[in-house]
């Protein structure tokens, strides 16, 4: 946990002295495990910050290139032919032959909920609500879609850390949601009854505008690669801003203010300002120099115990 997120700057912030680390390993094994081939070096090296696309990290693929059997080919494609592939500007470009093509375009990454058609309050679709590229409040519920929740929305995805604490973290903030409605519905008396609840419009907005506004200064805005992290337009839907700490420690807690109440049933939500969740810490809490200070007196006793070892023996 400690060591992904201290990736975060480094995918983060193209001027940082992590991502100039990232950019010294990646050609340091480039040039090692592909020596005397600076034309070959020229094509695998990007010209946009690390992190702007999903970084990989792999000890074969660039040995992979260097196989006499295998041939890097980075000119577009101008079409597919009946016995192979055309490469260039499309007008008697090189044709290659193949007796095998496999497709690897990947999939719909901005299209969230795809092709699932949602309609909310007032006939509104959701395809609709997201016209202008997918964004939901805190990643996880939507503007016009009462009682509605999702794990993996708009902006929760990672260049840094695992997908999986995100989704425990909204997880935990849903069921809070979940057991409002069930309690407002199984209840008796005043303020109980049928509950529906949305979150506000000018909460959302404020939400995602800062989300924004943090992401349009990170590596994944960078001009010079496209990616499936952002909208054709440059809208960047898919990728939260900052940490995983940040982000649960955001979702620890529901506050009712967030959110439009609707139905009798309203009353369980005004009579309470928040809800205290908590989450589920997985970083070290001690300094790392108390952690190099632990780590050195454990190995020190190893040692000790082994030396004695050898000398009662």
Request: glycine letters at 10%.
């Amino acid at each position: 946990m400690d060591i992904r997120e201290s990736f975060y700057t480094a995918v983060n912030d193209a001027d940082s002295a992590p991502a100039e680390q990232i950019r010294t390993w990646c050609t340091d094994a480039m040039k090692q495990q592909l020596p005397n081939q600076p034309e070959l070096w020229q094509r695998l090296t990007p010209d946009y910050s690390p992190g702007c696309k999903r970084v990989i990290s792999s000890d074969d693929y660039y040995p992979a290139l260097g196989q006499a059997n295998c041939v890097l080919e980075t000119r577009p494609i101008a079409r597919i032919t009946s016995s192979g592939i055309e490469v260039g500007d499309g007008d008697g470009g090189d044709s290659t032959a193949f007796d095998l093509i496999v497709l690897a375009t990947g999939f719909r990454t901005v299209e969230f909920m795809h092709p699932i058609r949602i309609t909310g309050r007032r006939g509104r679709a959701l395809s609709d609500i997201w016209a202008g590229g997918a964004r939901a409040l805190y990643g996880a519920t939507v503007e016009d879609l009462p009682n509605f929740g999702m794990f993996y929305g708009p902006n929760t995805n990672l260049g840094h850390n695992s997908i999986v604490l995100m989704i425990e973290a909204q997880s935990r903030y849903l069921n809070a949601l979940v057991r409002r409605v069930l309690d407002a519905r199984a209840g008796a008396g005043a303020g109980t009854g049928p509950l529906a609840l949305v979150p506000r419009k000018e909460r959302l907005e404020r939400f995602n505008e800062e989300v924004q506004r943090a992401l349009n200064a990170s590596s994944f805005a960078d001009p010079k690669c496209a990616s499936w992290y952002k909208t054709a337009e440059g809208r960047i839907t898919n990728n939260w801003s900052g940490t995983v700490v940040e982000y649960q420690e955001m979702l620890a807690k529901v506050d009712w203010a967030d959110f439009e109440a609707l139905g009798k049933g309203s009353g369980v939500v005004f009579g309470q300002k928040e809800t205290k969740l908590g989450r589920v810490v997985e970083e070290t809490r001690v300094s790392n120099m108390a952690l190099a200070v632990g780590v050195l007196a454990v190995a020190g006793g190893i040692l000790l115990r082994a030396s004695r070892v050898r000398l009662w023996g």
